[in-house]
């Protein structure tokens, strides 16, 4: 389709001009030769004087950030007569159109003229409360801010408070600060708009999430001058998408386990039982005593290894029954200390060094059993895996960020190689060095147990350096 074509006046928006279309031209009745095609032109001479500053701010984020917008606004015509117009940019071209240059269309809306200002206000107030959106705006030349009265409403401040951009870390929760003052300083410096879901903080201390949408505002030199945005109570909504991709996490690590147990199932236990069978009959078939008992030990053998994997599918399925244990208060020292004593042997004879600090978070709220195989587990394999030219350190520590507990166990071992095995660590009957007593299960386990209590366990190793472990509870 030729841009001509359409049936509205429009800009093109070339690197350096503004070219305005034959149909734009029309519509308003002027010409080439009474009208000048820039923005300069267009702002003092043809705009209402209270559109300038949105249509300013909207035109220059649109050509430097391409930012798409909608803005009604009022155009004065050659006769002198001021009409409405929608503006629309590049995202209301239809499918398939892909201009060379940004676009600006301008529609011509009609009004009863009695009508128009009047339900302006009206509407923005209804629209305003009936989707708990505020309004705000900062000055930076006269260093003001700026709410409408539903934005002092969702952020529960009286309607005589002042609000102050000195006082704005205040309008956030500490997890939020860092993210906020960032947009606000890129948005301020760069002129980079921002289209975000943060927590923000009532006056009253009711955290919630918003959607927040800010943008600059310009000054007739084009420099950055304030910024404008809005913002959406969605907390509701948010939480209930929060809560619905647990639900999913759950159900996929659910459908794991499922597939681990159908491949044990399927795989290892059919195997243990093919070669039972089959020793079996070779037993039946031999005469001679001395090579029937030699057959015997055999079976003797598979049956510990089939015992060995049934006893792992029980661990696995008891992890999702005990998770309804009580859980209690426990201490980490303590379960330390009763993990090092049952395993003191091992660590005298690999000259293993342990050190631990609880100092941060002493206690936590947690099946007692869960958390000394955690540790078990994870100090076993660093004193199993460690370098063959040092001896083991392990350091055990607790930490709390953003007021989320953590547990970091680290060690200077051979290490795993990530790039390789990164989506395979906490596989089941998955190995990684030849060791003799490694079985693969124990990772596993770990992690099982772990988001059994809606945790979560992360790694990081680098091969010949050592292995970090960090468990959020």
């Not at 959106?133 to 005589?160: A, H, M």
């Not at 290892?268 to 020793?279: G, I, Y």
């Not at 029980?314 to 244990?325: F, G, K, L, P, V």
């Not at 540790?375 to 520590?397: E, F, Q, S």
């Amino acid at each position: 389709m030729v841009m001509q074509s359409f049936n509205t006046g429009y800009w093109e928006l070339h690197p350096d001009i503004e070219k305005w279309s034959d149909k734009f031209y029309e519509n308003l009745g002027y010409t080439e030769t009474t009208s000048e095609a820039t923005l300069d032109f267009f702002l003092t001479t043809l705009i209402h004087p209270k559109d300038i500053d949105l249509f300013r701010d909207n035109f220059i984020s649109y050509r430097i950030h391409a930012v798409n917008f909608h803005q009604h606004i009022k155009i004065k015509d050659y006769e002198g007569k001021y009409r409405l117009f929608r503006c629309a940019t590049n995202d209301e071209l239809p499918t398939g159109i892909t201009p060379e240059y940004p676009i600006i269309f301008f529609f011509e809306v009609v009004l009863p003229p009695e009508k128009a200002m009047q339900e302006d206000v009206f509407y923005y107030n209804e629209t305003a409360q009936m989707t708990a959106t505020g309004s705000w705006y900062v000055d930076f030349e006269k260093k003001q801010s700026y709410w409408d009265f539903e934005t002092r409403r969702i952020l529960e401040y009286p309607d005589e408070y002042t609000p102050s951009l000195k006082d704005s870390v205040s309008y956030y929760p500490e997890e939020s600060k860092s993210k906020a003052a960032t947009l606000f300083f890129d948005c301020a410096m760069e002129g980079t708009p921002f289209n975000t879901e943060i927590k923000m903080l009532t006056a009253n201390g009711r955290v919630f999430w918003v959607r927040a949408i800010g943008k600059p505002v310009y000054s007739a030199k084009q420099n950055i001058i304030g910024i404008r945005g809005i913002f959406q109570d969605i907390d509701e909504a948010k939480r209930k998408k929060i809560k619905l991709q647990r639900s999913n996490d759950i159900i996929a690590s659910q459908n794991s386990r499922l597939f681990n147990f159908a491949h044990i199932v399927s795989h290892n236990l059919r195997s243990h039982t093919s070669n039972l069978s089959l020793l079996v009959q070779l037993i039946e078939g031999i005469e001679d005593p001395i090579e029937k008992s030699s057959l015997i030990g055999e079976v003797k053998t598979i049956s510990e290894s089939l015992n060995t994997t049934i006893e792992h599918l029980n661990e696995i399925a008891m992890i999702h029954t005990n998770r309804q244990e009580q859980k209690k208060p426990v201490r980490f020292d303590d379960t330390m200390a009763l993990v090092c004593n049952g395993i003191r042997q091992m660590i005298d004879t690999s000259h293993t060094e342990i050190h631990s600090n609880f100092d941060t978070l002493a206690m936590i709220e947690y099946i007692p059993a869960y958390l000394e195989s955690i540790l078990l587990n994870l100090i076993t394999n660093a004193i199993k895996y460690k370098h063959p030219d040092r001896n083991p350190v392990v350091h055990v520590k607790t930490y709390v960020k953003d007021d989320v507990a953590y547990l970091q166990l680290s060690d200077n071992g051979i290490g795993i190689d990530l790039e390789r095995f990164g989506d395979k660590i906490f596989g089941m009957y998955k190995t990684f060095h030849y060791h003799k007593d490694a079985v693969g299960i124990g990772l596993y386990l770990t992690k099982n147990q772990i988001e059994a209590m809606e945790g979560k366990i992360t790694i990081e190793s680098k091969v010949n350096v050592g292995t970090t472990f960090t468990i959020r509870f």
